[in-house]
């Protein structure tokens, strides 16, 4: 019923930038919080930046400072802006979303490689 698709992943030298952006899509749905969480293989998924419905923000530790999120309500799209990068933010990441269509759903996107390079 809804669907997010990520955009932006690349290769980027240390300190560079790069900007991800997740849009959702489909029916008679209404965006509630929304993600980024960050992956590599053998480790667990691990909470990047959050935003709630409301606009509040949160970040971990390790990219406190350097990343960004933001989102646009009215095309259902969150950003994520990221300076300064280090090779340690190598990754794949993913967009969630908790939606309500007929209930609270969550929703995830296919993952964009994000690496960085020393």
């Known amino acids: 019923q809804v669907q997010l698709v990520e955009s932006g992943g690349g290769l980027v030298q240390a300190g560079g930038s790069l900007s991800l952006s997740c849009a959702a899509s489909?029916?008679?749905?209404?965006?509630?919080?929304m993600a980024w969480y960050r992956q590599n293989p053998g480790e667990q998924r691990e909470l990047v930046a959050r935003?709630?419905?409301?606009?509040?923000?949160t970040y971990a530790d390790s990219v406190n400072g350097r990343f960004t999120i933001s989102r646009d309500y009215a095309k259902n799209t969150v950003l994520l802006q990221m300076n300064s990068l280090k090779p340690e933010d190598t990754a794949l990441y993913y967009c969630?979303?908790?939606?309500?269509?007929?209930?609270?759903?969550?929703?995830w996107g296919q993952g964009t490689q994000v690496t960085v390079s020393s």
């Open positions: 935003i709630t419905d409301s606009g509040s923000t």
């Open positions: 489909g029916r008679s749905f209404r965006v509630m919080d």
């Open positions: 969630y979303g908790m939606i309500y269509t007929d209930r609270l759903n969550d929703y």
